[in-house]
């Protein structure tokens, strides 16, 4: 347990509407992540961060955006939601030293977004 | 662009029975390959990796998998299969030695019978 809260767990929600997922760490890892997963496709990176304001892109960043105003959160803000991001989304840390180095990305349990 | 195909969108076994779980990905450079399983409801759980050194390696329940560069594979077995392995498996490489660019396949779902 590598002390990764997701919220909500789970949000129904309409198209056109903004919607916020938090992720929250305890234990002050540096790398954070936002996964998405979808049937066919497997987890696909949306963004991911490497400390407090630094943030980049995925390969599906688009309609999507971050912040990292401090350590412990992770926040993924749809600003105008869409069906196709209807969806299971993943927050994942590092956790081992940098990436490139040995190590293991450990797993929230999810939160399911689904957009009318 | 790297790529990673995982044959076989659903396998069904016997208790009892060797798991075999096919990985191949597409890459110019030495790749880092990861085993990932996941639960219903849950998040995704490392089985295993292969970093550098020995191409064979095991990871958690019972677990191995062998790195063969000149197929460019990565297939995930167990010489016996057990209920508790019913999970959906994910291969992934990172073609950067880290985990920014890690890219996952499709996913196999494993399903074992009595």
């Known amino acids: 347990d590598a002390g990764i809260t997701q919220s909500p767990r789970h949000k129904v929600t309409e198209t056109g509407t903004p919607v916020t997922l938090r992720c929250h760490q305890t234990e002050n890892h540096r790398y954070m992540y936002w996964y998405r997963q979808d049937p066919g496709h497997g987890l696909r990176l949306i963004h991911y961060s490497y400390g407090v304001k630094d943030t980049d892109k995925g390969e599906v960043s688009d309609g999507y955006s971050v912040s990292r105003s401090k350590t412990e959160d992770f926040l993924l803000t749809l600003e105008s939601a869409t069906s196709s991001q209807t969806s299971v989304y993943f927050c994942a840390i590092f956790s081992g030293g940098r990436p490139g180095q040995t190590g293991e990305l450990f797993f929230g349990e999810g939160s399911r977004l689904t957009v009318l | 662009a790297q790529s990673v195909t995982q044959l076989g969108s659903h396998v069904s076994v016997s208790e009892g029975a060797l798991v075999l779980l096919r990985c191949n990905y597409s890459?110019?450079?030495?790749?880092?390959l990861f085993w990932y399983v996941q639960y219903p409801n849950q998040g995704l759980q490392l089985l295993l990796k292969?970093?550098?050194?020995?191409?064979l390696v095991k990871g958690i329940n019972g677990f191995e998998a062998e790195f063969k560069k000149s197929e460019t594979s990565f297939h995930l077995t167990k010489p016996s299969a057990h209920m508790s392995d019913a999970a959906e498996y994910f291969c992934a490489v990172s073609l950067t030695g880290g985990y920014n660019k890690l890219i996952f396949g499709a996913g196999t779902r494993l399903a074992v019978h009595p």
């Open positions: 890459s110019s450079v030495p790749p880092y």
């Open positions: 292969y970093t550098t050194g020995a191409t």
